[in-house]
């Protein structure tokens, strides 16, 4: 059995973390000491906190900044324990940690395969002051684990190793049609934070991703001038769009903020250089080998235990590459593993697959209208006769349009009736062989005609009486004037 615990400030956080499970049909309540448990099992949060809080009002208190102290019992899988068992271990557990004089109140989880025991107490005694022996230095961690294994000798259990026997649990993705997503939400960011190793903020927004949560780092300045900090987390679907209203971390709790963020990357840094890179690499470059596109390569991935996070551009360049390895609870950046995991290298591998895919696509089919379009099927005209399919029955009526609409004998086509040579007969007995001789025909006849008119008139004038005669000049000069006059 493994026994974890950590020290807090949060009381209701602690608290309302466990009652959630309950409502979700997910935790139950084993046990209590010095709290209000109703006779039907039942225990209400308001409740609790009015208990504890007879410790944590104390006058006698000192500055004690981190008062809460949950702990975590976990038997071997092995061991399958009824509820009685898990009671009496955690109330034999407590009493040897000197806790039997504490408030506290056991919750058995059952949300994973691996049923364990949840405990929420304080380290302040009944005069107000803090517990020397109990959950706050190194030699708590010795002494819990002694009693430990004591507890597994006498009971007849199976010595467990946390980290050997921890199961790969992937809690569900948010669902918002579920209700209570703050509470899916807390649930998830406290599950990345407490079992995988990250260093980063851009990792840890990558494996929440995972899981349908969109952190994002907000930074601004107030209208007082004052610079401000913080986390905002959305629910999304599985394409990464956001579906909800997003969440700030303030919201939340402190277990979702910058501190316990902050506090977790540091650890992740250092417990990152224990992470066999080579079962990775190994485990990368096999489904890597195999995968024909990128969806593929995802669904390889997920049987391998791992996770893979693309950070792309609008222009679908992939800049930033995740590797999340559930089976060592491990969150690296792909150029961390290897750098023949950068980021680079899956863009250029998935290029690679959509272009090949391009290539190999059918072009549109350039064939017949007749012979692919349609299936052959029979046509019967009025005239008898038959066409055997739609293709041949179109090119039967493109025919006849084009019989219907041909000049018939009488009518010249437009070239003939402009362009072509003509004859034109006139009435001298001249023939124009084209327009254009027909034009300068017609010209010179009208010449000749005035000359002969005008000659005409000259003779006339000459030979009528009145002066002599006139030129034709004279003449028109003469008939203008009395134009005027009248």
């Not at 150029?335 to 959509?354: R, Y």
Request: aromatic share 6%.
């Amino acid at each position: 059995m493994v026994a974890k615990f950590e020290t807090g400030s949060n009381l209701y956080g602690a608290l309302k973390y466990n009652t959630d499970k309950i409502d979700e049909a997910h935790a139950k309540v084993l046990c209590g000491n010095l709290v209000n448990i109703h006779e039907d099992g039942r225990c209400y949060l308001n409740e609790l906190e009015w208990d504890f809080n007879v410790r944590l009002k104390n006058p006698n208190m000192g500055k004690t900044e981190k008062p809460i102290v949950t702990i975590s019992l976990n038997p071997s899988p092995e061991d399958v324990l009824t509820d009685e068992q898990l009671r009496e271990i955690a109330q034999e557990y407590m009493d040897r940690m000197g806790c039997s004089d504490q408030p506290y109140v056991v919750f058995k989880h059952e949300d994973i395969d691996r049923h364990h025991v949840h405990i929420v107490t304080t380290n302040i005694g009944r005069d107000g002051k803090k517990l020397t022996d109990s959950f706050g230095s190194s030699n708590d961690h010795h002494k819990s684990k002694e009693i430990t294994n004591d507890i597994e000798r006498t009971r007849g259990l199976h010595p467990a190793d946390l980290k050997k026997d921890q199961r790969v649990w992937v809690p569900e993705k948010v669902d918002v049609s579920k209700g209570r997503i703050g509470y899916q939400v807390r649930n998830i960011v406290g599950h990345v934070l407490e079992s995988y190793k990250i260093e980063s903020d851009s990792e840890l927004a990558a494996a929440l991703a995972v899981y349908n949560v969109n952190m994002q780092i907000v930074k601004g300045q107030q209208r007082d001038g004052k610079l401000y900090r913080g986390i905002i987390y959305c629910p999304t679907d599985d394409s990464g769009n956001k579906v909800a209203t997003p969440l700030k971390a303030s919201v939340l709790g402190k277990k979702c903020g910058f501190e316990r963020i902050n506090k977790e990357l540091a650890k992740g840094a250092k417990t990152l250089k224990s992470v066999n890179k080579d079962s990775i690499k190994g485990r990368l470059t096999d489904c890597m080998s195999r995968a024909t596109n990128r969806e593929e390569l995802h669904a390889l991935l997920r049987e391998q235990g791992i996770d893979l996070f693309l950070r792309a551009n609008e222009q679908g360049r992939i800049y930033g590459a995740t590797i999340i390895d559930h089976e060592q609870s491990a969150v690296l950046n792909g150029s961390k593993v290897g750098k023949e995991f950068a980021a680079n290298t899956f863009h250029q591998l998935i290029s690679g697959w959509s272009a090949a895919a391009a290539a190999q696509a059918p072009t549109a089919p350039q064939a017949s209208f007749k012979s692919e379009a349609f299936e052959p099927i029979q046509h019967k005209h009025d005239d008898g006769n038959q066409t055997t399919n739609l293709g041949e029955e179109l090119d039967t009526n493109a025919q006849a349009a084009d019989v219907a609409q041909a000049p018939t004998a009488s009518q010249a086509s437009f070239k003939s009736e402009v362009f072509e040579p003509v004859q034109h007969e006139h009435d001298d007995g001249n023939q124009a062989t084209d327009l254009g001789e027909e034009l300068d025909t017609i010209r010179g006849y009208e010449k000749g005609a005035g000359e002969r008119f005008a000659n005409n008139l000259t003779a006339i004038l000459a030979t009528s009486g009145g002066g002599g005669a006139l030129s034709k000049n004279d003449y028109f000069k003469k008939k203008k004037k009395k134009k005027k006059k009248i």
